[in-house]
Structure formats: structure tokens, C-alpha cells
């Protein structure tokens, strides 16, 4: 390693190239989705702050580890912006905070519940097979099926008594993990191509897995509205209901940009946006999560 590697691999910039590896947008939007459920579900003080770390360090350990796995693909075909692939950090060490991360979570989670662990842990271990090569085959959209189906469960099952989410919760959870998969593969499906991945958006195109998102995102408001009065209309109240106003009309916006630009990487902030207004409808209705 030469002088200039080294100055490239200081510390501070190690620490710096891991946290731009870990797909910090993403992190931080689904940390704040375990928060939001969190104060929704009524957890304790206490077990709230170790399920919004335990959650924390699930997504450095997924963001991390899929930059590492792709640190080649990424060089290959010239991306820049990535740090791993400018080699600001070794794959040694993104290795090693990948793996600290996925322990941390784990052991965060495992001091709130069994529950909570083994909940956490399906929603890890679906992220983590998708970044280990479930993203370059046909099935790549079911470990976000699987783990954002799972993923409102984290908190119930970390609120006295521990109990899973409602059946809709699930639903929408997995309606709304199909639909970031979609919208979040978009931009990149030239490079994916040049690189051997072909994974389900790929396979039926931008176009159509941009309206297939749009799809998702519009049952997962529908499941939020309607499955915490256990499907009775009449009992929407003016603010659950004005929160699916917004929602819908993010949904519209969603729908506007996919037919103008199919590949715009907006799409995936606002199915993010939406996913969190519904979890904050929650918070703002009273609605429970648990079955």
C-alpha cells in the first residue's frame, strides 16, 4: 500500500467510507419506521431505545454488507460513488463492521424478547440472502416480502405482553417491501445488466415494475386504513382518513413520475415517504399493531 493508500485508509476516512456504504437513506428511514411503530405500539421508554438501535445496526450491517458483495459489479462498471469501489476502505473492513453490526442488532434485540429476536433475525437473514445472491434470480423480490412482512412486528413484540402484528400489517408490510424492491432496483438496471444480475425487475422491465410498485404502495394504504378497525368503514376516524388522502396523493405523485420517468430514483423516496406516513397515521389515530 502505498503513501497515498494510506492517507485514503486513515481512520477517519475508513469510518467515513463505511458509513457512505450503508446506504444511510435507507437506514435512516427504516430506523425511523421501527421508532414510529415503536411509540405506536406503546413499547416502555427503555425496550423503545433498544429496538431503534437493534433496528440501527440491522441496516448498517444489510447496507454494508451489500457494498462489499458488490464492491467488484461496482468497479466494474465505473461507479464512483461508491466508496468501497473507490477503495476509501479495505473489503477486510467492511467485513468486519458488517458482521459487528449484524451481532450488535441481534444482541440488542435478543435483550427486548425472544420474540423480538427471532422476528428481527427473519428480517435480517432475508436482507442478507438477497444481498448474498437472491437479487440476481427471479424469486428477488420475496426477502422483501418476507422481511417487511415481518418487520411490523418488531414492535409489538417489543411492548408488554410481547405479541406479533395484525394480519393487515403484515399484509402491508409486504405490499410496501415488494414495492421499494421495485423502485429501488430501477436506476441501476443498465449496470445490473453489464454486471450478470437479473433479478425480477429486471425480468419484466422498468415500466411495468414501476406500475407494480404503485400497486404495493396503494394496498399497503389501503391494509393501514382499513386494518385497525378490523375492516369497518364507519369507523375511520377524519384522521386516519386524511392520512390517506396524503398517502394516495403520494401514490398519485408516484404514478405521475413512473410513466414520465420510469427510473427516476425519486420513486424510492417517495414509496419511503409513504411508508413512513403510514406508520406516523398510527402514532396520530391510536391505531394497535398487534393481533
Not at 435483550?111 to 440476481?136: C, D, E, P, Q, T
Not at 417489543?158 to 430501477?186: K, R
Request: hydrophobic fraction near 60%; proline fraction near 6%.
Amino acid at each position: 500500500m502505498d503513501a497515498a493508500d494510506r492517507r485514503r485508509r486513515s481512520p477517519g476516512r475508513v469510518l467515513a467510507a463505511l458509513a457512505g456504504s450503508s446506504h444511510p437513506g435507507p437506514t435512516v428511514v427504516v430506523t425511523l419506521l421501527a421508532l414510529a411503530l415503536g411509540i405506536a405500539a406503546g413499547v416502555s421508554a427503555v425496550d423503545l431505545m433498544l429496538l431503534v438501535s437493534a433496528v440501527l445496526f440491522g441496516q448498517l450491517s444489510v447496507g454494508i454488507s451489500n457494498d462489499v458483495l458488490d464492491v467488484r459489479r461496482d468497479r466494474a462498471v465505473g461507479r464512483s460513488d461508491k466508496p468501497l469501489a473507490r477503495g476509501d476502505a479495505s473489503p477486510g473492513q467492511a467485513w468486519a463492521a458488517a458482521v459487528i453490526c449484524l451481532i450488535l442488532a441481534l444482541g440488542l434485540s435478543a435483550m427486548i424478547g425472544i420474540g423480538m429476536l427471532a422476528a428481527h433475525a427473519v428480517f435480517l437473514a432475508s436482507a442478507w440472502a438477497y444481498n448474498a445472491g437472491l437479487k440476481a434470480t427471479p424469486i428477488s423480490i420475496v426477502p422483501f416480502i418476507v422481511g417487511f412482512g415481518v418487520f411490523p412486528s418488531l414492535a409489538p413484540l417489543s411492548a408488554e405482553p410481547p405479541a406479533p402484528a395484525a394480519p393487515w400489517a403484515w399484509i402491508a408490510g409486504g405490499a410496501l417491501g415488494a414495492a421499494i424492491h421495485l423502485v429501488n432496483v430501477l436506476p441501476d438496471l443498465d449496470d445490473d445488466a453489464q454486471t450478470g444480475i437479473r433479478g425480477f425487475p429486471h425480468m419484466i422491465g422498468a415500466r411495468a415494475s414501476a406500475l407494480l410498485a404503485i400497486g404495493g404502495l396503494f394496498v399497503g394504504d389501503v391494509a393501514a386504513l382499513i386494518g385497525p378497525v378490523g375492516g369497518d368503514l364507519s369507523a375511520v376516524t377524519p384522521v386516519a382518513a386524511g392520512f390517506l388522502v396524503a398517502a394516495l396523493a403520494l401514490t398519485v405523485v408516484t404514478v405521475i413520475v413512473a410513466f414520465a420517468r420510469p427510473r427516476a430514483r425519486v420513486l424510492f423516496t417517495l414509496v419511503m415517504a409513504a411508508a413512513l406516513l403510514l406508520a406516523v397515521q398510527l402514532i396520530a389515530t391510536g391505531g394497535s399493531l398487534a393481533s
